[in-house]
């Protein structure tokens, strides 16, 4: 296989610098990409507004913005897999209920920015807005499983498209990872997966919806995952 790695800024990029990411990619291997796995992340502690901008920017609108750049192609070439890598930070038990009910009644992407822009714009310090060291991701990851479903249900049937109506997009958690980011963050006793198991079990989810897909099934679309089962949002 070929690796070829583009650079892009994912705090700072706008909408075209995405569009332009997507081109170049179709561009270099002359054909159109048909598999998206959203895994760029940031995972800090505290309840500042800084911690929030940052990761409802790139653990949210990032993967909005690359899913809306690349999706088209997937329509065009009939098939494809988006795999949004979530969490169970993200499972809406552990935010606050007003919070609960603002994320459960986004219906589209749209719904989702100006959900995140109204909290932001709302934000207290001294609000507990979820269980947990780290309730920015937490909230993130609870706008970005948002996200999936109003993406999924913006993609159920794309065949009036010229497609076969075989994309699947699903939010995954991979577990709890060994990685810089999330250690510090983890208690002395918690059971953690190494990097290559978590990979092994995103890929599992994602080969799970594909092979849905195959038969014509329309479950796994719009589905919260983890290895290859689904569990609540």
């Known amino acids: 296989g070929q690796l070829v790695c583009f650079e892009l800024d994912m705090l700072r990029a706008r909408r075209n610098d995405y569009v332009a990411l997507a081109s170049k990619i179709t561009s270099c291997f002359q054909e159109e990409p048909t598999l ?6 940031i995972c800090e502690s505290g ?14 609108l990032a993967p909005v913005e690359m899913f809306n750049a690349l999706v088209p192609g997937m329509v065009r070439a009939g098939d494809g ?27 589209t992407c749209h719904d989702v920015r100006r ?16 269980h947990g060291p780290t309730p920015a991701y937490a909230v993130s990851k609870a706008f970005l499983n948002s996200a999936t479903r109003a ?8 065949r009036s498209a010229g497609a076969s109506g075989r994309i699947r997009i699903n939010a995954v958690c991979p577990g709890d990872v060994a990685t810089s980011m999330l250690t510090p963050h983890l208690p002395p006793d ?22 849905a897909a195959a038969r014509h099934d329309s479950s796994w679309h ?12």
Request: proline share 2%; glycine share 8%.
């Open 47 to 60: 309840s500042s507004k800084e911690a929030f901008v940052r990761a409802l920017r790139l653990n949210v």
């Open 81 to 107: 897999i988006v795999i949004n890598v979530s969490s169970g930070d993200g499972e809406l038990v552990y935010l606050r209920s007003d919070l609960q009910a603002s994320i459960q009644g986004c219906t």
């Open 190 to 211: 918690a059971e953690v997966k190494q990097p290559r198991e978590a990979a092994l079990s995103i890929l599992l989810s994602g080969g799970v919806a594909y092979a």
């Open 151 to 158: 993406m999924a249900a913006a993609h159920v049937d794309d």
């Open 36 to 41: 998206l796995i959203n895994n760029a992340a």
């Open 115 to 130: 959900a995140c822009a109204a909290f932001l714009k709302s934000h207290g310090h001294d609000n507990e807005y979820a």
């Open 222 to 233: 719009g589905a919260f995952l983890r290895d290859g089962v689904e569990i609540p949002w």
